[in-house]
Nanobody, 124 residues
Framework: QVVMVESGGGLVQTGGSLRLSCAASGRTFSVWSMGWFRQAPGKEREFVAAISASGASTLYADSVKGRFTISRDNAKNTVYLQMDSLKPEDTAVYYC?????????????????WGQGTQVTVSS
């Protein structure tokens, strides 16, 4: 059984930073791509960032490019999302996900497993 647990969410002011973590267990972490998605109230879930199994390749949504950084530590079975220069429009529940392949993807159809989510709130 694959279990993923996110942490690191919270309340931050505009321009601040947060670092989300997602610890995964249940299958070989280093084999699969990982992704972060978010869902704001009343909106559909959207892609934020993804990273390949090796960590060599990353993808970002245009809305977060240059402000967010995804990384992973395969020795710790953990993926991270460093979020800087946060804006009120970044407010959402953030979910980590584990992919079906080694390559990163922007589509949630390419992810098999999901965490429970962590709330990020950016105040103006």
């Amino acid at each position: 059984q694959v279990v993923m647990v996110e942490s690191g969410g919270g309340l931050v002011q505009t321009g601040g930073s947060l670092r989300l973590s997602c610890a995964a267990s249940g299958r070989t972490f280093s084999v699969w791509s990982m992704g972060w998605f978010r869902q704001a109230p009343g909106k559909e879930r959207e892609f934020v960032a993804a990273i390949s199994a090796s960590g060599a390749s990353t993808l970002y949504a245009d809305s977060v490019k240059g402000r967010f950084t995804i990384s992973r530590d395969n020795a710790k079975n953990t993926v991270y999302l460093q979020m800087d220069s946060l804006k009120p429009e970044d407010t959402a529940v953030y979910y980590c996900s584990q992919g079906r392949t080694t390559n990163p993807s922007r589509s949630d159809y390419d992810y098999d497993y999901w965490g429970q989510g962590t709330q990020v709130t950016v105040s103006s």
